[in-house]
């Protein structure tokens, strides 16, 4: 038994491609956030339905540097690269 464990090799980690995603310890994107899951929850995890909040909270996410700016073409909005989201811009608004 003991041999098994000297033959394994060491776990070498790596780190993600697109460096960290720090956890939202603050909650400041809780309220993107709850909104994704619950439109997720609606729409029976269609993720094509939520595509605006998820934009939302990815958008919150660069706003308060969870996250490195990218373009959304990079993130999967090609359709969207250039429009602010419609909830971001009444924020922007007030």
């Not at 439109?39 to 996410?61: E, G, I, P, W």
Request: aromatic share 8%; glycine share 4%.
């Amino acid at each position: 038994m003991t041999s098994q464990i000297y033959n394994q090799k060491k776990f070498v980690p790596t780190p993600p491609e697109k460096g960290s995603f720090p956890l939202d310890h603050e909650g400041l994107c809780k309220k993107q956030f709850l909104l994704y899951a619950s439109c997720l929850r609606k729409n029976a995890q269609d993720t094509s339905q939520c595509r605006q909040d998820a934009r939302n909270y990815l958008a919150c996410r660069m706003d308060n540097n969870l996250m490195e700016k990218t373009e959304w073409s990079k993130l999967g909005f090609h359709d969207q690269s250039t429009e602010i989201p419609h909830k971001q811009a009444e924020e922007q608004k007030h």
